[in-house]
């Protein structure tokens, strides 16, 4: 596995309103991790982001880890939804 991807995985929640939020961190995670095992990725983090993605420049934490990905600290970031993962960022 010396030539082996490395991904970060994450998940966020983009309210405080549970009835709004489409799937809760918990799912997100449990989907991801089930992708990740079943392709052989191998995971270097997993961060959680609990913010509104309404103001372009919010999402600290997923522009912290697009930096990281630059860096070449992983290969990049599973998405289950590719659209979505860029929305506001």
Known sequence: MADAKRYFLYARKSTDAEDKQVRSIDA???ELHEFAQRNELVIVEI???KKS???QG???EFNQMLDRIERGEADGIPARH???IG???
């Open 28 to 30: 997100q995670l449990s």
């Open 47 to 49: 961060i959680i982001e």
């Open 58 to 60: 919010k999402r600290r």
């Open 87 to 89: 929305s506001t960022n």
């Open 82 to 84: 590719s659209p979505w």
């Open 53 to 55: 993605a309404k103001t």
